[in-house]
Structure formats: C-alpha cells, structure tokens
T-cell receptor, first 112, second 120 residues
Framework: SQKIEQNSEALNIQEGKTATLTCNYT??????LQWYRQDPGRGPVFLLL?????KEKRKERLKVTFDTTLKQSLFHITASQPADSATYLC???????????FGGGTRLMVKP | GAVVSQHPSWVICKSGTSVKIECRSLDFQATTMFWYRQFPKQSLMLMAT?????????EQGVEKDKFLINHASLTLSTLTVTSAHPEDSSFYICSAPGQGFRGLAKNIQYFGAGTRLSVL
C-alpha cells in the first residue's frame, strides 16, 4: 500500500532562516501533490499544489519541489517567522476523485 | 472567509448517545464531501466519502453503521456518531473540493474548522 512519510520530529529553526520540510512516498507517483498548513484545533488550510510534470512551484515565501524519480517533495519557507509555526501536511492525489491521502505532518517551530 | 462551515466545534456527550456533526459548503455546491478523523499528534485519516443523493463510500475499517453519513443536499453533509464510546473521542474534520469557479480553485480541498468530540 502507498506510504507517505514526513519527519515526525518537530523542526525547530531560528527566525529568518529557511525551513525545509520533506515528504517521501512509496510506489506510484500521484497526479499531484499538495501542501497544507494546520494550526492546533483547526482544519488544514491549502498552501500549494504541484503537478507530477512540474519541478517547482513558488508562492511568496513558499517553494515546493517535486521529484518523481526520488519520490520526494520538499517544502521551503524562506525568511521564516514565528507566525509560520504550525504543522505542515503533504497530501497526494491519485485520480480525479479529489481524494487526498495525507502524510503524518511535520511540526515547525520558528523561534524569535 | 470560511468556505466550509462545520458545526459544532466542540461537543461533549455521554457514552451510548449519538452525536450529529454538520458540514456545509458556503456559496458553492459540493456533490462530494470528505470526512476525516484525527487523533492527537497524528495525521488526518479519511473515514468516508460523502456523495450527494447516494450512499457514502467508507474506507476500510470504518463501521458504516456506527458512522452514519447523510448528504441530502448539495451543500450539506452530516456525520452521526451512533452509540458513541470513549474510544470515539477524536477530532472530526470535513472537506469539500473546489470546483474551479466562484474563486475556489479546482483540485484542492477546503476544510471545515473541525469538531472535537469528547465522549465521557
């Protein structure tokens, strides 16, 4: 069965640095991969989507890469701020049914 | 603002009672909605796909008689946890996919704020 792995350990970084989060998957590549942010006690909020034929996507301070050979996506937050502290989830979509399969999430803590 | 409304945000109930959670798409129609469960410090696990006008599709291991899903209109899906027990205590979240218009991007999910269920 498909496995999606994110680093379960919290990532602690200093304000202003770049945070890099990893999402690895097994088996077949998804049609597209998405990154969501989740704050405690809240539902996830969509951040970025990248398709299997795309290498990189950017949105303001966010950047996502997608390597179907390595079966890996990297999520970068540049010039990180304490307000970026949250859990970040990667999710894969395999068909037009929109069903998401989530990774376990990585908690990011940005210290001032 | 929110595009998916979920209610209630928090509910406490006694063991053996039933609890209904509502998920509404605001200003757009959702023929499909998804229900997830999330335990503390764990990821979202898909429970079922709610289909307007037809039966829900449940994921393996999810009891359909315990988690009743009704999608009676294009903007409302409900999840009823029947005969709730303490092990059903969890964070339940619904989502609806954007349709590519009304400012909602296609192929992404819009999530409700979640419902925290505590069964005593």
């Amino acid at each position: 069965s498909q496995k999606i792995e994110q680093n379960s350990e919290a990532l602690n970084i200093q304000e202003g640095k770049t945070a890099t989060l990893t999402c690895n998957y097994t088996n077949y590549s998804p049609a597209y991969l998405q990154w969501y942010r989740q704050d405690p006690g809240r539902g996830p909020v969509f951040l970025l989507l990248i398709r299997e034929n795309e290498k990189e996507k950017r949105k303001e301070r966010l950047k996502v890469t997608f390597d179907t050979t390595l079966k890996q996506s990297l999520f970068h937050i540049t010039a990180s701020q304490p307000a970026d502290s949250a859990t970040y989830l990667c999710a894969l979509v395999y068909n037009a049914g929109n069903m998401l399969t989530f990774g376990g999430g990585t908690r990011l803590m940005v210290k001032p | 603002g929110a595009v998916v409304s979920q209610h209630p945000s928090w509910v406490i109930c006694k063991s053996g009672t039933s609890v209904k959670i509502e998920c509404r798409s605001l200003d757009f129609q959702a023929t499909t909605m998804f229900w997830y469960r999330q335990f503390p410090k764990q990821s979202l696990m898909l429970m079922a796909t709610s289909n307007e006008g037809s039966k829900a599709t449940y994921e393996q291991g999810v009891e359909k008689d315990k988690f009743l899903i009704n999608h009676a209109s294009l903007t409302l899906s409900t999840l009823t946890v029947t005969s709730a027990h303490p092990e059903d205590s969890s964070f339940y979240i619904c989502s609806a996919p954007g349709q590519g218009f009304r400012g909602l991007a296609k192929n992404i999910q819009y999530f409700g704020a979640g419902t925290r269920l505590s069964v005593l």
